[in-house]
């Protein structure tokens, strides 16, 4: 089993990079050329569902980062 940690600690980072990549955020670009970006909004639909894959796939990550360094 420790053989496939690794290969399985890339996948979930790969899907975790693709995850993060894929959330939209209002400001984007404009908040480092100075733009303020001052309001709030909900997610819903895929982004709310990317959202809580992105949480996941983090945690999966931390677990089997703590499992390589264990085994």
């Known amino acids: 089993m420790a053989q496939y940690l690794p290969i399985a600690q890339m996948v979930v980072a790969i899907f975790l990079i693709l ?20 309001f709030y909004a909900t997610r819903r639909g895929i982004q ?12 999966l990550f931390i677990v089997l980062a703590l499992l390589n360094l264990m085994l």
């Open 19 to 38: 995850f993060i990549l894929l959330q939209q955020r209002g400001t984007a670009l404009g908040s480092a050329f100075g733009g303020e970006g001052e």
């Open 48 to 59: 709310k569902k990317i959202f809580w894959a992105t949480i996941v796939f983090g945690t």
